[in-house]
T-cell receptor, first 114, second 111 residues
Framework: DTAVSQTPKYLVTQMGNDKSIKCEQNLGHDTMYWYKQDSKKFLKIMFSYNNKELIINETVPNRFSPKSPDKAHLNLHINSLELGDSAVYFC?????????????FGPGTRLTVT | QQQVKQSPQSLIVQKGGISIINCAYENTAFDYFPWYQQFPGKGPALLIAIRPDVSEKKEGRFTISFNKSAKQFSLHIMDSQPGDSATYFCAASNTGNQFYFGTGTSLTVIP
């Protein structure tokens, strides 16, 4: 049983295209996140959603738009892809209450923009 | 501005040795300090975490040491094994919603 799943695992596309990455968690968690890991493995938070509401929106180009149709899903849509968007994108989730700090990461989506 | 500074960038340890990774932070509002382990091609996995009211936490071969006054914390891996070879990230949070990660340490344990 996969706790946090992402699709696709690999995504190769050309500059200027629009693409989406999907994330689903079956843990019943309240909060979901998107992270970007660059080529140097630096992890940076992009967005955080709590019960379908956006609570953190870091300095991310507005070409990136998260969508949370329900508590178990957080998708990431990217418009007008650029070379610098190439990275591994991780979805994560965490429960509420005192365990809200415990994040569970998905397997990642490697995005390559050519 | 890097909220959490991590060192070293890479570490090579003999099997059975002790691996030590250090992190430092500035924001005294941080109240949760986790360590994550990441294998190639996988997502980070929570390894162990500590809160600032505790100076040390041990889980199996993994120990976090926390120095609140120095604003530093470290991960010690005792009896390091080749299977521990991975990238380790420290992190800090002050709300449970925002997390700041260190730059990662690539650990190689030589058999």
């Amino acid at each position: 049983d996969t706790a946090v799943s992402q699709t696709p695992k690999y995504l190769v596309t050309q500059m200027g295209n629009d693409k989406s990455i999907k994330c689903e968690q079956n843990l019943g968690h309240d909060t979901m996140y998107w992270y970007k890991q660059d080529s140097k493995k630096f992890l940076k938070i992009m967005f955080s959603y709590n019960n379908k509401e956006l609570i953190i929106n870091e300095t991310v180009p507005n070409r990136f738009s998260p969508k949370s149709p329900d508590k178990a899903h957080l998708n990431l849509h990217i418009n007008s892809l650029e070379l610098g968007d190439s990275a591994v994108y991780f979805c994560a989730s965490s429960p509420g209450g005192t365990a809200r700090y415990e994040q569970y990461f998905g397997p990642g989506t490697r995005l390559t923009v050519t | 501005q890097q909220q959490v500074k991590q060192s070293p960038q890479s570490l090579i340890v003999q099997k059975g040795g002790i691996s030590i990774i250090n992190c430092a932070y500035e924001n005294t509002a941080f109240d949760y300090f986790p360590w994550y382990q990441q294998f190639p091609g996988k997502g980070p996995a929570l390894l162990i975490a500590i809160r600032p009211d505790v100076s040390e936490k041990k889980e199996g071969r993994f120990t976090i040491s926390f120095n609140k006054s120095a604003k530093q914390f470290s991960l010690h891996i005792m009896d390091s094994q080749p299977g521990d070879s991975a990238t380790y990230f420290c992190a800090a949070s002050n709300t449970g919603n925002q997390f700041y990660f260190g730059t990662g340490t690539s650990l190689t344990v030589i058999p």
